[in-house]
């Protein structure tokens, strides 16, 4: 029984000092501490795997006979025969700069770009393997990442022509 008195005590005071409170600047304008938080403005829709379809993938991705895909609502992955693979990723609000980091950090340098007028980066790893290629658009970016699987040809090129065709179809 005490138990329980006192877990009911100690509620009836928690909600008695939840009503509690300052007034203290009530009436004041300020408005909130430091600066408002920014409300990102949408891009241009990118549509479902930046508008490419399976075969343009493998055509200009070269993989080959794509011989699995993934799709969701933000991005798209095709794995090809001899395990090249295409990732297309769509990112809404979130700052190309974070991408940057990201893709330095694993030691590959981003090289800045413009596709169809838009500014990026291709980041291309030292053994030219993968390619990560992200374009800004207003607040959001996409990304196409090419993997080979042996070095032979550029990827970027291929990651390239993918994000030139998802400039031409925006939305």
Same mark, same amino acid.
């Given at each position: ?11 009836t005071?928690?909600?008695? +000092? ?23 403005? +949408? ?43 295409? #990732? ?24 800045p770009?413009?596709v ?13 393997? $993968?390619?990560?290629? =992200? ?10 990442? #090419? =993997? ?18 998802? $400039?031409?179809? +925006?939305?």
């Open positions: 029984m005490r138990i329980r008195s006192a877990i009911v005590l100690g509620l005071a928690a909600f008695a +000092l939840t009503g509690c409170g300052s007034d203290q600047g009530a009436g004041d304008d300020e408005g909130p501490r430091g600066p408002a938080p920014k409300v990102a403005a +949408l891009g241009p829709f990118v549509g479902e795997c930046g508008h490419v379809t399976d075969n343009e993938v493998r055509d200009l991705g070269g993989l080959g006979q794509i011989v699995q895909s993934f799709k969701n609502g933000v991005g798209c992955n095709w794995q090809g025969s001899g395990g090249n693979s295409i #990732t297309f990723a769509s990112y809404r609000g979130s700052p190309l700069e974070r991408e940057k980091a990201w893709v330095t950090t694993h030691g590959r340098p981003p090289e770009i413009t169809g007028g838009r500014n990026g980066f291709a980041a291309l790893d030292p053994t030219g393997r $993968i390619c990560d290629l =992200a374009v800004q658009l207003d607040d959001d970016f996409f990304e196409w990442s #090419t =993997a080979r699987s042996i070095a032979g040809g550029d990827p970027c090129e291929r990651s390239r022509a993918l994000a030139e065709l998802t $400039i031409e179809r +925006l939305g």
